[in-house]
């Protein structure tokens, strides 16, 4: 029979998620590959730890102190004039410029005393030292 409609040519009225998934999946490998680069570019700072500390600032300067005496603002290696002239032109970009200092706890106390003198008197009033929080004995483990 010439005319006749056979099974296997019926309209398909079912939704394909296999496409869909091959994408998702796909998305996701990307996003792992992607992660793994950017926690390899992050520094291996070893912060001191404080039960009183507060919640993480929003900052839009970044100021790291490492035990080996490298200062790194922003990311990128710095000497204290640069960052002298990193804090005035962003000052000047924004008012309510906040600086959060991290240093390592083998750097000695008067550096990170050198570095916060440094971002007060070029006109950052706000500013946070990054510490590692630990919970209190009542909070427990």
Do not use: C, W
Request: proline share 5%; no cysteine.
């Amino acid at each position: 029979m010439a005319g006749a409609a056979k099974k296997d040519e019926e309209v398909m009225s079912e939704i394909n998620v296999t496409p869909f998934v091959d994408i998702v999946l796909v998305l996701l490998i990307i996003l792992m590959v992607t992660s793994t680069s950017i926690v390899k570019a992050s520094l291996a700072v070893e912060l001191p730890k404080a039960a009183s500390g507060g919640a993480v600032v929003e900052s839009t300067l970044n100021v790291v102190l490492t035990k080996d005496g490298q200062m790194l603002v922003d990311g990128e290696v710095k000497t204290n004039e640069e960052l002298v002239a990193k804090v005035k032109a962003e000052k000047a970009n924004n008012p309510k410029l906040q600086a959060v200092i991290a240093a390592d706890k083998g750097v000695p106390y008067g550096s990170v005393v050198h570095v916060i003198d440094l971002v007060k008197t070029n006109g950052v009033t706000s500013f946070a030292l990054n510490i590692e929080r630990v919970p209190t004995p009542e909070e427990g483990p």
